[in-house]
């Protein structure tokens, strides 16, 4: 359980102070620390400054194209054309195999980021920034950097319903529209991952980008049965599980009231008698998480908010496992 912050900025954030010729106004973004971070300005003009840094991304098409990138081999069928014929293979085999390549194609991503009670939390508010203005950020940088590649991108901001909703579009107006709509973003209301997945699962007609940024504070049954699904069904299924450095330790001492912001329930602690199991239990919930996505070939990037949110968006956007692939599922070709 966790209680609310200080909201000086309005989204977690500890407010604005303005930077000398040394403070963190002068410094490149990447190298800042997230409580510095979120006194550098509005989180939109943060990850402005941090895209145009030193961030960068691309992603590939699992369609199958005739750019210079070889793919695969596949056997001839009527209608091929015949410029793509490997024709060391026909001398090699007596076989007629066409080469196939891999298409850089605009991609359509979909950012859910969760806006519940509990990610509005911070373990040190007025210093480190909330959850959720760290999930925004990260958001924001994500949406950037794919609009900036040509890519179309939506946004669905939840709690126990759908409460900001932006449709995948390109081009500078959906820039400055996505932006704004996540600016406007605020905690409050509690958890229902599963209803805004399902939802725009349905919504999804071709194969694409789905990220999903979240403390994971959740039933995480049916949460992952729709991130399988999506992962079967071909899609690049990404999670970033958000944790506050005070949530994993159970730091200070004492007797202690926790509360928690979604359902309002509190409990009368001994820090140091629960600590240890407390820790376990963090633990283990940790590896199900791993263990749970890991089968259904879906991205999972555990993200610590006292860390740089450069570290973060790297991990995000390294290779991992094979997106939408799962185990026992061979990849599947997509129409254009």
């Not at 704004?180 to 409050?188: F, L, N, S």
């Not at 992952?224 to 992962?231: E, N, P, V």
């Amino acid at each position: 359980m966790n209680g609310r912050d200080a909201d000086p900025g309005g989204d977690g954030s500890p407010g604005r102070r303005e930077g000398g010729a040394g403070g963190p106004a002068a410094r490149s973004p990447e190298q800042v620390a997230p409580e510095l971070l979120a006194r550098m300005g509005p989180v939109d003009l943060v990850a402005r400054r941090m895209v145009d840094g030193t961030l960068a991304g691309l992603h590939r098409s699992g369609r199958r194209g005739t750019s210079a990138e070889f793919a695969e081999l596949r056997a001839y069928r009527p209608g091929d054309d015949l410029r793509h014929v490997d024709w060391r293979m026909v001398g090699r085999s007596d076989r007629f195999y066409v080469k196939e390549y891999r298409e850089d194609t605009h991609l359509v991503s979909r950012i859910l980021l969760d806006a519940s009670a509990s990610m509005g939390w911070s373990s040190r508010p007025g210093e480190l920034p909330s959850k959720l203005w760290y999930g925004k950020l990260l958001a924001a940088c994500l949406g950037l950097l794919l609009l900036r590649q040509g890519d179309r991108v939506g946004l669905v901001a939840f709690d126990d319903t759908l409460r900001n909703r932006v449709p995948p579009r390109g081009g500078p107006r959906q820039q400055r529209e996505f932006l704004r709509r996540i600016r406007e973003v605020e905690a409050g209301g509690g958890t229902l991952a599963h209803t805004a997945l399902r939802d725009e699962a349905t919504a999804m007609q071709r194969r694409g980008l789905v990220v999903l940024v979240s403390d994971l504070l959740v039933d995480p049954d049916p949460v992952t049965r729709i991130l399988t699904t999506l992962a079967r069904r071909g899609h690049d299924v990404r999670v970033i599980h958000l944790m506050d450095p005070g949530e994993r330790t159970l730091e200070g001492g004492g007797r202690r009231r926790f509360v928690d912001p979604e359902t309002g329930r509190s409990l009368d602690v001994s820090v140091p008698e629960i600590r240890d199991a407390y820790r376990e239990t963090v633990s283990r919930v940790l590896e199900e998480w791993r263990r749970r996505l890991g089968a259904a070939g879906v991205s999972y990037r555990l993200c610590s908010t006292d860390r740089p949110p450069v570290e973060a968006l790297n991990r995000v956007l390294s290779p991992g496992r094979p997106a939408g692939r799962h185990r026992g599922t061979p990849p599947r070709r997509v129409s254009p």
